[in-house]
């Protein structure tokens, strides 16, 4: 069979008899299919909604469908309202527990792990910023410290003090919290890490020198 691009939703809705939604959920989108147009649909034409419930006006559809114009509405997030409804297919919300995606999950969640302890680059964490930076030197320090004023300055005075020059350096903030990746161009001394623990409002320290090609992670932490 041949495709044809259709020019709008109208139009879509007029001539199939299985519409499909695949849309995230955003102004443009909330209740794309709603109490006009579903009245153009095909007598009983099937909706079939996989996107966000709110890209549906359940209202609507429970009406069409007890006038039959509508024939089956199936989804994966069914209300109170649905459920249990006679022309209601109601499927569970598991679009990520497929066989593919549990095993994606696992090898992102070693690779980011190893990220982490390798390079003290964070991803995805529940309460600490996204902070990532390109290696660029042999001997990085990973600082977890509290979002207050002049915390740089302090870090980057220690090292300066102690004959460090800083390659490269990212900081990033959320809420209370903030995480600083430090490239420097020579080896990092436990008197410098130390130092840096010290500083308050410091919460950790990482040295992550990487030598031959393998990361050897060491260094204190401070918690106040």
Not at 93 to 111: F, I, W
Not at 133 to 160: D, F
Request: charged content about 15%; aromatic content about 4%; some cysteine.
């Amino acid at each position: 069979s041949q495709v044809r691009r259709a020019t709008s939703v109208a139009e879509v809705l007029k001539n199939a008899n299985f519409v499909t939604l695949h849309v995230p959920l955003v102004d443009a989108t909330r209740h794309l299919v709603n109490a006009d147009n579903v009245l153009q649909m095909r007598n009983g034409a099937v909706l079939l909604n996989f996107s966000r419930e709110g890209v549906v006006d359940e209202a609507a559809v429970l009406r069409a469908l007890g006038t039959r114009q509508l024939g089956h509405y199936v989804c994966d997030f069914p209300s109170a309202a649905l459920n249990r409804h006679a022309h209601v297919i109601a499927l569970p919300h598991l679009g990520a527990s497929t066989r593919e995606a549990e095993e994606n999950c696992a090898v992102m969640v070693a690779d980011q792990l190893r990220d982490f302890l390798e390079h003290g680059n964070v991803a995805n964490a529940v309460n600490f910023p996204h902070v990532t930076m390109a290696r660029e030197s042999a001997w990085r320090v990973a600082i977890a410290n509290a979002n207050v004023p002049n915390m740089l300055g302090q870090i980057s005075t220690a090292m300066a003090q102690a004959g460090l020059n800083i390659h490269n350096m990212v900081n990033k903030s959320r809420g209370d919290m903030a995480y600083t990746l430090v490239d420097v161009d020579s080896p990092v001394g436990d008197a410098v890490l130390q130092g840096i623990a010290g500083i308050a409002g410091v919460l950790s320290v990482r040295y992550l020198p990487r030598r031959r090609g393998v990361n050897v992670a060491r260094g204190g932490a401070a918690v106040r």
